[in-house]
């Protein structure tokens, strides 16, 4: 196969091959985001189908302490939801590891801020 063919042929299956994994369309808390001191819901919604018992999440402290998040419920076919206490100030990150129905193992993080303000009752 000549180099050019190779590239046009790679080219044509890129699209396929990228919209096979499960990306992040929305994420509670959203990227960057600033959120007070105490419970925060977590929820991300994915644009394809996810095995949920095969998926997981996991809050990193600002200290670099790792805590995995008990997904709760039924999010939804396309989710992964959980509920935290997020007591420390500083940076945090949300990782998560899902697996879509196709097979494909996707991970990534969301950052985000906790204040030192406690949410409100």
Request: net charge positive; charged share 15%.
């Amino acid at each position: 196969m000549s180099g050019s063919l190779a590239l046009v042929t790679l080219a044509a299956l890129a699209p396929a091959a990228a919209g096979a994994h499960a990306i992040v369309v929305r994420a509670q808390p959203a990227m960057n985001a600033t959120v007070p001191q105490g419970d925060l819901d977590i929820k991300l919604d994915f644009n394809s189908r996810i095995d949920p018992p095969r998926s997981r999440l996991s809050l990193m402290g600002p200290d670099g302490s790792q805590t995995p998040v008990v997904p709760i419920g039924d999010a939804g076919p396309n989710a992964l939801a959980g509920r935290a206490s997020v007591t420390v100030a500083g940076h945090w990150k949300l990782r998560w590891q899902v697996l879509s129905l196709d097979g494909h193992v996707t991970r990534g993080e969301v950052s985000f801020t906790v204040s030192n303000k406690p949410s409100a009752p």
